[in-house]
């Protein structure tokens, strides 16, 4: 599912982002330029929702190293 249509960004990339380690509000606007030309800011107003996913991306990653 789309989470930011002016940047064509999903769940799945933010959820890869927080595998890579970008679990931070500063770090996911700056890697996928929320607020930057070409956005309408919606999504950095909503930053908590990319963080739950973020978070929930580096934790099943967390998992899958573990469970081995």
């Not at 789309?2 to 940047?7: A, D, F, P, R």
């Not at 890579?20 to 956005?39: E, T």
């Not at 999504?43 to 978070?55: N, P, T």
């Amino acid at each position: 599912m789309y989470v930011c249509l002016c940047k064509g960004i999903t769940e799945s990339d933010v959820r890869e982002a927080g595998r890579a380690g970008f679990v931070m509000p500063c770090q996911l606007k700056s890697k996928f330029g929320l607020k930057q030309s070409g956005c309408c800011g919606r999504c950095a107003k909503s930053i908590h929702e990319f963080v739950e996913i973020a978070v929930q991306g580096a934790s099943s990653s967390y998992h899958s190293t573990t469970d081995r």
